[in-house]
Every structure is written in C-alpha cells, then in structure tokens.
C-alpha cells in the first residue's frame, strides 16, 4: 500500500519488536505517509465494498445469487466496519494536516481509534475461513468464478485479486505499529503529542504481537491462493485446512525417452506436480496442472538406479516417479523434506480430525463445516487408492475423458453453464424433469411396440434396430470413457443427483432420435412431401430444450450435449441405411414387398408350423444378453435388462411372424388392409407396464442384477406373447377385427 512495502516477512516485522533510531526523520513526513497510506486503504477497502460485495447482495435481493447470504457474510466478515472506522481515521488525520503545524494532535485521534481495533482481530480470526469459502466457491460455482473475473478486470479494481484486497485489513494493522513507532521516534519527548503518541503506538504494538501467528498463517494462505490462481486446469482445491507449502522448484522426471523438467510443490500433506507453460503470455496461468500425491500413501528412496546424479525415486501405492535435481544440495534438500513430512502425514492418517484438534474452538467449528461441505463434491485424486479414487457407479477398465479436449473445451462449457444456471428454479426444474423422462430410453422403446401392434411392420422392425443401435453405441462409449459430472466436478451447482459417466449426453441423443423418428413418420406416410422453411425449426426448439434440462442441473456439459447431437444423427442417418442393406439375403422387414402379398398367411390353426426355435428363441436369449451386459467385466449398462427385453421380444415377433424365409411352410403375416385403431389402447398400457417393470427392477444398487434378469426376461415373454395374440388374432385380415 502507498509507497512502501508492508509485507510481513522477517526484516519488515521488526518494527513491532523493536524499531530503528530514525531521529533525524521529520514529524511531518511521517505524518504525510500517515495519510497517504490510509487514503490508499480506504480506496481499496471501497473496491471490495463497492465492486465485490454490494453486486453480490444485490444479485441475492434480485432472486439470481450468485452466492448466498451465509457465504457472502463469511468471506468479507467486518470488511464493512473497517471500511467505516478507516474513513472516519482518514477524516480525522486530514483535517489534522489542514492546521499543521499549530495542531499536531495525531496520538489523540490514534487514542480514539485503538478502541476498535478489537473489529480488524475479528477479521483476522475468519480470514482462515473465508479463504476456504473463498476457494470453494471459485472453484464449485461457474458463476461466481466469472464474476470474479469481470469484478477483478473493471477499472476501480486494477487487475487487482480479491485475496489481495481482503488481506489488506491484516497489512494495515502492522503497519499502524510501525508508521506510530516512526512517529514516535522523531517526537521530542516534552511534545505534547509525545504521550498519546506512545501510549497509541503501546496498544497496537499488544494487538500485533498477540496476532503475529494469525498474520503469518493469513501470509501463507496468500501464497497458496497465488499458486492456486497460476495453475491451468487445477482439478483439486489447493487451500485446505491446516495445509503450508513447504518447498517448490524444478526437477527432472525420467520420461520413456529422456527427461522432462516439471515444477514441484511439496505441502505438509501432498505434492504436486505441475509443467511450466513456455508463453502464458497475457494468461494468468505460468502452470499446468498434472497430478497430486498423499504423502500418507507415498515413499521416497534417496537414491536412482543409473549414471545420472542427484536423483531419487518417489513411490506411491499406484505408481514410482523418478526424478532428478540440478545439484546436490537441492537434492538433499528435497529428499530431507520429503522423509520428515512423509513420516508426519503417515503419523497422522486421522488427517481432519488432528487438524481440529489442533485448532481453536471456534476455527474447528467452521473448519469442520468446510469439510463436511467439500467431501460432498471434492473431485477424486488420481493417486489414492481404487476403492476411493473410483466413483461407485464407475465400471473397471474406463478410460477419463481426454484432458486436452477437456481443455479446448472448458469456456465454452463454463459460460454455458452459467448461463444455463439462471433458469434452475424450482419451477424450471419440474420442467427439466418432465423433458429427462419423456427423452428417456423407457419411452423411446414403447414406440417400435406400440407400431408392430398396430400393423406399421416396417416402421416398426426398423425403428426397434436403429434404437437397439443407438443404445449399444452410446452405451458402449459411456462404458469406456469417463467423465465426471459437472456438479461433482465442481464445475456447476448441483440441483439435480444421477450416477454415471456425463459423456455422452444420452437424454440429447434420445431426443435427437424423437425428431427423427418424427421427421421419418412424417415423410414415411407423406412421400410427396415438398421442403418446407419451418421445418427445422421444432426439431431445434426440442434439441435445445434437452440441452438445457442437462446443463442447468449440473448433469451434462454443452459438449456432451454437443457430440450427443452429432453421434445421434450419424447413428440414426448410418443405421437408417444400413437396415435396408440384404446382411442375411432378404429385405422383407425393409421394403415389404416380401410377405405383404403371402398366400400362405399365418393363422391360429397354422401357428404349429410355424419355427418355434425363434418363437422360444427370445425368453431365452433375453436373460443370457442382459446377464452378459450387467456383470463384470463388461458392466455394460444398468437398463441393459430394459433395451434387450424389448429388442429381443419385438425382434423375436419379427423373425418368427414376418420373415417367411425362416418360417418352415413359407408363412408370414401379410399386410393388414385396415388398421384396427383398438391397437393403440390394447399396445399402450402393455408396453407402458413393461417399462415401468423395469425401471422398479433397477431400482438400488448394481447388484441387483437378478431381479433385472427376471424383468427383462418377463418383458420379453410378454411383448412376444402380446403381438402374437393381437396380430394374429384381431389383425388378420381374412378374420377380421373382432
């Protein structure tokens, strides 16, 4: 602040020990950088008020917080007050100077002041807490992080960090000790002032001394936050109860071909490893992020296997590092600290709870509330071991998502997100929840159901392959890659909970398959159909609406939804045309042309000789697929039972009673002149229960595969048995409607 540097390190404390002999110093002088530096403080103290909090109570008034009441009290505290009480010193000071040198009653106005200072000791016992809240909140919530960013970059702020400005408060109070012993020291002691003087600068110089512990912590606090700002696509929260940074530099890790230089930070309880990045330019980033490691799980031999010297081996249960140091003392420096503080943390496993118990009351109790609140959301580290590094619904082998694209993507994300966050009101979210179950998997495969029965066999039988398709393609790519979940990423605010991998999209691409299906019904019945401007337009409103029930709740990224769109239409376009492809030397099911004009039509009196193997085939196959799909290793999908109960019974249904080639006395069922419009209230419910049946039987825990094995299995027999009875029973044409 103002001219001088108040930085707390060891040369720049002394004056609250001791003081220089600075006789020949003049009153004035001292007196002028008195007022200087408060007028400074003051104009940033406006910055925080003005600029940082009022805009977020305001955005709480206007029903759209960015954070709420309880976070925003607990990160700027007393900064209010403070500001007041600085003004009103500041006033006083000025208008002192106004009458220099006949009034020189600076100790006075010190005097009346040092009452209150009691206001900047209760700022300084929750700076730890609103640091940790400060963290949280950057990291967990898209919008605030952007507000943080737009407040920062305006003009009364300067590029200046909120860290910066509210640590301030602890600064100035340090300094108050040393410009009041400056003053001191060039004040004769037969001046009037000479007194109160001393005795304003005794009773600071108590408070500082008394809060010389919480000023140090408040400094190595800010240290972190500056590293924690600088690193690139940071997926863990650097600022964590009790945690200092021990030491940091370059070394060499042994990569598969030669050595590779990363930046190293060691902390009382992990290290970190980070690469530098070669022209960060006008970025604030100088870092990006690689990995972490739990000293409590890591080890260190001080010694390499090789030619090369001052290397040593860092060990973790997962995997050994080997790294190198540029001399020997910074090896022997590195390999020193890492002994004492691996032997520290693995001494002191019980981890928080030491941690409060070595703190006040008061510090454990918001202490414990910041963890309770961060277990909940706190994204895994990529070095504990399996059991908690791994999501419960996670299946083993996955593969994450690739960073890089992570990277490239990560703005158009998070702007995304935050402003798809606006609109997540309760009444948003009914909403929301309304398009996630009607662009479901469950509904989607009532619709094949609900056209067999009601006569539409080519729609229909193709409709059932290219869903099947599109389940096991998008099942199979959220099987192998793993992302995980904006709001358990930290990345938005949760208002919604669902397990799974986030990649890709599923409710985008089922609703991507609606527009389709509508599109395709719509040209399937009107052949001469004519390309209209509007058309585009309801298939885009439900495309984006699907996007937004996703994103708004913290389930999806906009890239999911984004690559959900794409692989639909690929699938839908590719699948379209590859079922019109003769793969087993016929085209019935594609063209009807095959048995819609069949003499031999299937009857109740005929149904005997009809191959009974692919009428049995589906009870059959339908719990061996969904018992293959549901245990390890594959672990394929938790609706597998679902997709293939209903696949295999309408596929079932088709081979047996559309396909002659397969029928022993070349039967088929022909083509109905008339569609009996009882259809729709007979197939409706049937399928309807079947879905809901499965989705009871999904219900709890993945090891629930037997009863999903049963569903599915009953939900075949029962869309098997239910087309036969209606079609051939009340769709025959030569029995007619009954």
Not at 100 to 108: A, C, L, S
Not at 239 to 263: S, V
Not at 558 to 584: A, H, N, Q, R, T
Not at 641 to 664: E, K
Request: aromatic share 12%.
């Amino acid at each position: 602040m103002g001219n001088k540097d108040t930085d707390l390190d060891s040369d720049q404390f002394q004056p609250l020990l001791g003081g220089t002999n600075e006789d020949a110093e003049d009153r004035g002088d001292v007196v002028q950088d008195l007022i200087q530096d408060e007028s400074e403080f003051v104009k940033n103290m406006q910055t925080v008020v003005q600029v940082f909090m009022l805009p977020l109570r305001e955005a709480v008034l206007s029903m759209q917080p960015i954070l709420n009441q309880d976070q925003i009290k607990t990160i700027f505290s007393t900064v209010e007050v403070i500001l007041s009480l600085s003004s009103k010193l500041q006033s006083d000071l000025s208008s002192v100077w106004k009458e220099w040198p006949q009034q020189q009653n600076i100790g006075e106005k010190f005097l009346e002041m040092t009452p209150y200072l009691n206001l900047y000791a209760q700022y300084l016992g929750n700076f730890e807490s609103a640091v940790f809240t400060l963290s949280e909140c950057a990291r967990q919530q898209p919008a605030f992080s952007s507000f943080l960013e737009t407040a920062q970059s305006s003009a009364q702020a300067n590029n200046t960090s909120i860290f910066s400005l509210l640590i301030m408060p602890l600064e100035r109070v340090a300094s108050y000790s040393e410009d009041l012993e400056r003053l001191v020291q060039c004040t004769e002691s037969s001046h009037a002032d000479y007194e109160a003087c001393n005795r304003a600068m005794n009773k600071v110089l108590q408070i500082c001394i008394g809060l010389e512990d919480k000023l140090i912590r408040a400094k190595e606090l800010e240290q972190i936050w500056l590293l924690q700002q600088s690193i690139k696509s940071l997926t863990v929260n650097l600022l964590e109860p009790g945690r200092k940074m021990i030491r940091e530099g370059f070394l060499f890790k042994q990569g598969k071909m030669d050595l590779k230089a990363r930046w190293f930070v060691l902390f009382n309880d992990i290290i970190i490893c980070t690469e530098a990045i070669e022209n960060p330019g006008n970025s604030r980033y100088r870092l990006l992020w690689k990995w972490r490691m739990p000293l409590s799980q890591a080890g260190v031999d001080p010694f390499a296997p090789g030619k090369r010297q001052h290397g040593f081996i860092l060990k973790s249960a997962r995997k050994n590092y080997t790294l190198y140091a540029d001399s020997e003392e910074t090896h022997k420096g590195w390999v020193d600290d890492l002994k004492e503080y691996i032997g520290l943390a693995r001494a002191n496993k019980s981890g928080s709870s030491n941690l409060l118990g070595a703190m006040s009351n008061s510090q454990s109790v918001s202490v414990s509330n910041y963890l309770v609140d961060k277990a909940k959301g706190d994204e895994d580290d990529e070095f504990v071991t399996a059991k908690k590094k791994r999501d419960p619904e996670r299946p083993t082998p996955s593969w994450k998502f690739p960073p890089k694209l992570n990277d490239a993507f990560k703005t158009f994300d998070d702007r995304l997100i935050q402003l798809c966050q606006r609109w997540s009101s309760p009444n948003y979210i009914r909403f929301y929840l309304f398009l996630n179950f009607f662009f479901s998997l469950e509904v989607m495969l009532i619709v094949p159901v609900v056209l067999l029965m009601y006569g539409e066999d080519g729609l229909g039988t193709e409709l059932n392959f290219i869903i099947f398709l599109c389940w096991g393609m998008c099942s199979f790519l959220k099987r192998i890659i793993w992302r995980t979940r904006p709001y358990r990423a930290q990345r938005a605010t949760k208002k919604l909970e669902r397990f799974g991998s986030s990649f890709p999209c599923t409710t985008v691409i089922y609703s991507v398959f609606f527009c389709f299906i509508g599109c395709y019904a719509y040209k399937y019945y009107k052949p001469d159909l004519v390309w209209a401007l509007w058309m585009p337009v309801p298939p885009l409103i439900i495309v984006v609406l699907a996007s937004m029930s996703r994103i708004a709740t913290g389930l999806n990224y906009p890239s999911d939804c984004l690559f959900g769109v794409m692989f639909s239409l690929i699938v839908c376009v590719v699948g379209s045309l590859f079922f019109k492809e003769p793969l087993l030397g016929c085209q019935s099911c594609a063209w009807k042309h095959c048995y819609v004009w069949r003499d031999s039509v299937i009857k109740f009196g005929s149904v005997k000789g009809l191959n009974m193997f692919l009428l049995l085939f589906g009870p059959f196959a339908s719990p061996l697929l969904t018992w293959l799909f549901l245990r390890r290793p594959v672990e394929f999908n938790r609706k597998s039972h679902l997709a293939v109960g209903f696949f295999v019974g309408c596929g079932a249904f088709q081979l047996t009673y559309l396909c002659p080639r397969y029928s022993p006395g070349d039967q088929a069922l022909v083509w109905p002149d008339t569609f009996f419009n009882a259809s729709l209230a007979f197939s409706f419910p049937i399928a309807v229960l079947c879905a809901i049946g499965c989705k009871l039987a999904d219900k709890g825990k993945r090891g629930a595969w037997k009863r999903q094995i049963i569903a599915g299995t009953i939900t075949t027999a029962v869309i098997v048995v239910s087309l036969t009875f209606w079609r051939v029973g009340f769709m025959n044409p030569e029995q007619g409607p009954r």
